[in-house]
C-alpha cells in the first residue's frame, strides 16, 4: 500500500483504558524510519491536549505535543477564527483549558455558542438544560464530536452524541461537529503532514467516525480490531474499510 501520510486515532487505537496495545510503538517508529508523515487526530473531549501528549508519554510514548490534534483544540480554533468568543463550555474542566489558551470566554450567560462534549459527570439535568435555554436564546451548538460511545477501562461509555442529539431535538437546531468525521477536521491534520488526501490513509476503531468519515474526504481507511471495534457494527454500518487489521502493530506489514 503506498502511503504519503498517516493519521491516527488515540483512543481505542495506541491504548484501550489505561493499556497500551502491543507493538503500536513499534509500527511508529517503522513510520518514522521510512520517513512517512504522521499525526494523531483524537475525539476525546475529556482531555486537554496537554493531558492527552502526559497520558500517551506516561504508556511509553514520545509523540511531541503538537502532533496531536485534537476536538477542543480544533473547536477553539474555528471558533476563534469565527469570531464566536462566548462560550458556555459543556466539557470537562480539563478540556476547559484549551479554550481558555486560544482566548475564549466561559461564560453561563449572553453566549455566541453552546459547546457540547463528552463532559463525564458534568453533564447533568442543570446544565443540559443550562445549555438547552441558551440554544432557545439564540446560541449556536457546536458539537466536539458526535461519536455514539467509547471503549473505558470496565467498558463501554457513553460519548457526547446522544446528549448533541437530544439538545438538537429539544431546540430545533443542528450542531455544527468540529471533530471526526467533519471533513475540516481530517484535512486541518493533513495540513501539517503536506500530504494530499488521496495520498493519505486514516487508522481508528471506529468504522463510521474514523474510517466513514475518512473516506469521505478522499483517504483511505484503516479499521483496527481494537477499541470500540465490534464485527457487528461494521456490518450493519454500510462502510468498507480499505483494509482491516488486528491492531496499529501489523502497519508495517502493509506499507
Known amino acids: 500500500m503506498q502511503i504519503g501520510a498517516v493519521l491516527i486515532d488515540i483512543d481505542g487505537v495506541l491504548y484501550v483504558g489505561g493499556r497500551r496495545i ?56 474555528h471558533l476563534r477564527e469565527g469570531g464566536r468568543t462566548r462560550c458556555f463550555l459543556l466539557t470537562t474542566p480539563d ?37 438547552f435555554r441558551l440554544l432557545m436564546e439564540g446560541a449556536d451548538l457546536v458539537a466536539l464530536e458526535r461519536d455514539r460511545y467509547w471503549m473505558g477501562s470496565d467498558g463501554l461509555m457513553l460519548s457526547a452524541g446522544p ?12 450542531a455544527e461537529v468540529i471533530g471526526k468525521p467533519a471533513p475540516a477536521f481530517f484535512l486541518r491534520a493533513l495540513r501539517e503532514t503536506g500530504a494530499a488526501p488521496g495520498e493519505a490513509v486514516m487508522i481508528g476503531d471506529d468504522i463510521v467516525t474514523d474510517i ?23 456490518q450493519r454500518s454500510g462502510i468498507t474499510p480499505d483494509l482491516v487489521i488486528d491492531s496499529l502493530a501489523e502497519l508495517p506489514n502493509y506499507l
Request: aromatic share 8%; charged share 25%; hydrophobic share 45%.
Open 163 to 174: 446528549f448533541v442529539a437530544a439538545l438538537e431535538y429539544a431546540a430545533g437546531k443542528k
Open 22 to 77: 502491543e507493538g503500536a510503538d513499534r509500527a511508529l517508529r517503522e513510520l518514522d524510519r521510512r520517513g512517512i508523515p504522521y499525526r494523531f487526530v483524537s475525539n476525546t473531549t475529556r482531555l486537554s491536549r496537554a493531558s492527552v501528549a502526559l497520558r500517551l508519554q506516561g504508556l511509553g510514548y514520545a509523540i511531541p505535543e503538537p502532533w496531536i490534534i485534537t476536538a477542543p483544540v480544533a473547536a477553539a480554533a
Open 212 to 234: 466513514g468519515g475518512a473516506q469521505a474526504c478522499g483517504m483511505r481507511g484503516i479499521l483496527v480490531r481494537t477499541g470500540k471495534y465490534r464485527e457487528e457494527t461494521l
Open 95 to 131: 478540556a476547559r483549558t484549551d479554550f481558555g489558551e486560544a482566548g475564549l470566554l466561559a461564560v453561563e450567560e449572553d453566549a455566541d455558542v453552546v459547546v457540547v462534549a463528552d463532559a463525564a459527570d458534568g453533564i447533568t439535568y442543570t446544565t443540559m438544560n443550562r445549555a
